[in-house]
């Protein structure tokens, strides 16, 4: 490997997504203003991470090393350098507002094993991930707004369902660039799917039967998750929790329609304008 491709891997591999690309709004202008910073830091940490699992050109071992690197910084451990926006994630946010650096480290544990485990035997086996992969993402946003801890179930129920969308959503790029699949195989069997009907241009039928079992244990999830906006003593937290909501019941609704594999199946920024209204009334 060349001295310019090893520098590359030392760090960083920016997939050229952001906060834009997301299917959710990320650090709103529904949250306070005063830590709509630590949201972004947060964010731009996350997605530095998940950039690092995801980059198709470097091998499991070169994965974690950088993960590792990632981890000591948020520790502020000394690294090399390109490992900046965990040291300020430690530093600037975790640290002086006492958040558990476990909300970092979760994720960084989930991307580990994204660097070397491409299938998920059972439902349960894909939600212990997602708590690591999403949950932790809605744990920091509830201790940085210094909510109750109890909220933390209705949060994870959410984070889990928003993470699964997105699973089913990018299903055949997924399986296309990273020989990842994420639907549970023993759901996939039972539907009579194979592997390689994700790599057609439309779901076949036995397919189409487990994306809908995902939808069904998803719907689910957000039941429960609907729960968490009562919960919250900040209004502006909780009209957020509500629009995201509200996204991802459509989100549900549309894949349900839509065929994931044929078509992105993704909202309008007309159409998210309108769940975030129809999110927020929900809260009164």
Known sequence: MDEARQTALAAETPSGKGAADENFPVGSLLLPKRLRPHVARYYAFARAIDDVADDADASAEQKIARLDRFAAAI?????????????????????????????????????????????????AELIDYCNRSACPVGRFLLDLH???????????????????????????????????????????????????????????????????????????????AWTLPAQLKSRRLAWESAVILQIADDLVARLRRQDPLATRVELSKPEKLWAAVRGIARTF
């Open 146 to 224: 210094g909510e109750d801890r109890a909220g933390y179930s209705a949060s994870d129920a959410l984070c889990n369902a928003l993470q699964v969308i997105n699973h089913l959503q990018d299903c055949g790029d997924d399986r296309a660039a990273l020989d990842r699949i994420y639907l549970p195989q023993d759901w996939m069997a039972e539907a009579g799917a194979t592997n390689e009907d994700l790599d057609g241009a439309a779901l076949s039928p036995g397919l189409r039967r487990a994306v809908d079992r995902c939808l069904d244990a998803t719907q689910e999830l957000l039941a429960h």
């Open 75 to 123: 520790a502020g451990q000394p690294t090399p350098p390109g490992y900046d926006k965990a040291a300020r994630l430690g530093r600037q946010t975790l640290d002086p507002l006492s958040i558990p650096h476990a909300h970092a480290l979760d994720l960084i544990s989930a991307f580990r094993q994204d660097a070397v485990k491409t299938r998920y035997a059972d439902w």
